[in-house]
């Protein structure tokens, strides 16, 4: 026996998605089809501000990066990501050097936490990074190195069938093979789903925290955002780079209630002894209507497909201005307030890394090239949230004129789109 829902009743359902609707409309000028009852139908269905909106409370059941592994998988446009953690394995390595050593004879494991693991090879690379230099140190100072136990944590939708399949085995070699190679892990593995917005493991369980590229997601676009009769409504956009002020300042204060809670849920996680290295978005410029690196990706080409859209028809301003990233860039001061005010941990360590382009091609002169990497790197990250709030078909079409007004300023893309981010390495006060 087997169960058919079908919410799009014969005979359009293998054929037809809603939401391609709009965009069939736009190429068909026949009367008789509009008059036919066959639209009326497809009409009913289409997607809508009321029936598309993403609703805030929801935000945290389904962002993910987007999982599997085609071409705008994260899994596939996480190269820059993993050049520019790379890139500051020496800052991490110091904030290693800094966590108090844990001997086998406690019989307790030594915990990694990676926060915002998503679901490609970065996560692994790193954890194993961060093991292989706890054992090192160990043996360094002569003590048999526990058991090293690695949590993998995201919210519930990332794909960790992808990230577990990625994973080498455990064990069978010796310690100095381990050390030596890629193809063993040396650490018992766990995925942990959830926010780290609120508490996730047991009270001072975790000697490492490390979190990579993910602090800038916000729990939720703040209410006001999205709220006609506030001055903080976001018209005409979907991100708040070149927004105004008080939308700007909705996004900032969200932000630092966000990363208030993920504070005071390390602090109690945290072992004495243990440290956190964060890395997350960050600007350089005080004000946050200038979103740096962030602004170019989600603020330029982006923000005017959308409006391409609009323009043909295929959307409503509605809908349009019912979108908006859930990303804040903050600047180092941003940053500060919030560890400050918090007051349970020590800042060891806070500086602004230039970290590169997040645009990785194999011809840099290819415009092409990089107007699908621009496209691609987009639609990893906020594909999932905008094939929601648009359906996939309409979502297609969005990429594909981000791509092609990326590729008419390939070369301007490759100088200018930077990106800048927040290190920071704290301990318990
Ligand atoms: C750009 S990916 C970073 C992935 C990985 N750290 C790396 O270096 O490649 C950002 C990740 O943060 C996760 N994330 C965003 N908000 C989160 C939250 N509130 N709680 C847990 N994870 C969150 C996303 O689901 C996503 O997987």
Same mark, same amino acid.
């Given at each position: 026996m087997y169960m058919?829902?079908?919410?799009?009743? !014969?005979?359009?359902?293998?054929?037809?998605?809603?939401?391609?609707?709009?965009i069939f409309l736009a190429h068909s000028n026949q009367s008789s089809l509009t008059n036919s009852p066959l639209f009326s139908q497809l009409k009913s269905?289409?997607?809508?501000?009321?029936?598309?909106?993403?609703?805030?409370?929801?935000?945290?059941?389904?962002?993910?990066?987007?999982?599997?592994?085609?071409?705008?998988?994260?899994?596939n446009n996480s190269q820059a990501q993993a050049q520019h953690a790379r890139s500051m394995v020496h800052l991490l390595r110091e904030t290693l050097d800094?966590?108090?050593?844990?001997?086998?004879?406690?019989?307790?494991? #030594?915990?990694?936490?990676?926060?915002?693991?998503?679901?490609?090879?970065?996560?692994?690379?790193?954890?194993?990074?961060?093991?292989?230099?706890?054992?090192?140190?160990?043996?360094a100072a002569g003590l048999h190195p526990p058991e090293f136990s690695a949590f993998f944590s995201d919210l519930p939708s990332n794909d960790f069938n992808v990230l577990f399949q990625l994973l080498p085995p455990y064990g069978g070699v010796s310690m100095e093979e381990c050390l030596a190679s890629d193809t063993h892990r040396s650490y018992f593995?766990?995925?942990?789903?959830?926010?780290?917005?609120?508490?996730?493991?047991?009270?001072?369980?975790? *000697?490492? #925290?490390?979190?990579?590229?993910?602090?800038?997601? !916000?729990?939720?676009?703040?209410?006001?955002?999205?709220?006609?009769?506030?001055?903080?409504?976001?018209k005409g956009r979907i991100f708040i780079h070149g927004a105004n002020e008080s939308t700007a300042n909705a996004y900032k204060k969200q932000f630092q209630s966000d990363l208030g809670g993920f504070l005071r849920s390390r602090a109690k996680e945290i072992k004495r002894g243990g440290s956190m #290295?964060?890395?997350?978005?960050?600007?350089?410029c005080p004000d946050p209507t200038d979103q740096g690196g962030a602004g170019l990706l989600f603020g330029t080409h982006f923000q005017d497909a959308w409006e391409d859209l609009v323009q043909e028809g295929l959307i409503t301003n509605e809908q349009r201005d019912n979108f908006n990233i859930p990303v804040y860039a903050p600047s180092l001061e941003d940053f500060k307030e919030v560890v400050e005010? *918090?007051?349970?941990? !020590?800042?060891?360590?806070?500086?602004?890394?230039?970290?590169?382009?997040?645009?990785?091609?194999?011809?840099?002169?290819?415009?092409?090239?990089?107007?699908?990497?621009?496209?691609?790197?987009?639609?990893?990250?906020?594909?999932?949230l905008v094939d929601a709030h648009i359906g996939d078909q309409l979502s297609d079409e969005l990429f594909s004129r981000v791509a092609s007004r990326a590729t008419s300023q390939a070369k301007e893309l490759l100088d200018q789109l930077q990106f800048f981010h927040i290190v920071a390495s704290l301990s318990l006060a």
């Amino acid at each position: 026996m087997y169960m058919n829902f079908d919410p799009y009743p !014969l005979p359009l359902s293998p054929y037809i998605n809603p939401t391609s609707l709009p965009i069939f409309l736009a190429h068909s000028n026949q009367s008789s089809l509009t008059n036919s009852p066959l639209f009326s139908q497809l009409k009913s269905m289409a997607p809508t501000a009321e029936n598309v909106v993403v609703s805030n409370i929801k935000l945290e059941r389904m962002l993910s990066m987007k999982g599997g592994k085609g071409e705008a998988s994260y899994v596939n446009n996480s190269q820059a990501q993993a050049q520019h953690a790379r890139s500051m394995v020496h800052l991490l390595r110091e904030t290693l050097d800094e966590v108090r050593l844990s001997e086998a004879e406690e019989e307790v494991p #030594f915990v990694v936490a990676d926060l915002g693991c998503s679901c490609g090879s970065n996560t692994i690379y790193m954890v194993d990074f961060i093991i292989k230099h706890m054992m090192k140190r160990h043996e360094a100072a002569g003590l048999h190195p526990p058991e090293f136990s690695a949590f993998f944590s995201d919210l519930p939708s990332n794909d960790f069938n992808v990230l577990f399949q990625l994973l080498p085995p455990y064990g069978g070699v010796s310690m100095e093979e381990c050390l030596a190679s890629d193809t063993h892990r040396s650490y018992f593995a766990a995925g942990v789903p959830g926010t780290f917005y609120r508490r996730l493991f047991p009270a001072k369980s975790v *000697d490492v #925290f490390y979190s990579a590229f993910s602090l800038h997601w !916000l729990s939720q676009v703040p209410d006001v955002v999205l709220d006609k009769r506030s001055t903080a409504y976001n018209k005409g956009r979907i991100f708040i780079h070149g927004a105004n002020e008080s939308t700007a300042n909705a996004y900032k204060k969200q932000f630092q209630s966000d990363l208030g809670g993920f504070l005071r849920s390390r602090a109690k996680e945290i072992k004495r002894g243990g440290s956190m #290295f964060l890395v997350c978005l960050g600007r350089t410029c005080p004000d946050p209507t200038d979103q740096g690196g962030a602004g170019l990706l989600f603020g330029t080409h982006f923000q005017d497909a959308w409006e391409d859209l609009v323009q043909e028809g295929l959307i409503t301003n509605e809908q349009r201005d019912n979108f908006n990233i859930p990303v804040y860039a903050p600047s180092l001061e941003d940053f500060k307030e919030v560890v400050e005010a *918090d007051g349970s941990l !020590l800042i060891n360590k806070l500086e602004v890394f230039r970290g590169g382009s997040p645009l990785v091609v194999n011809h840099p002169d290819d415009a092409a090239e990089i107007g699908r990497a621009l496209a691609n790197s987009c639609r990893s990250v906020s594909g999932v949230l905008v094939d929601a709030h648009i359906g996939d078909q309409l979502s297609d079409e969005l990429f594909s004129r981000v791509a092609s007004r990326a590729t008419s300023q390939a070369k301007e893309l490759l100088d200018q789109l930077q990106f800048f981010h927040i290190v920071a390495s704290l301990s318990l006060a």
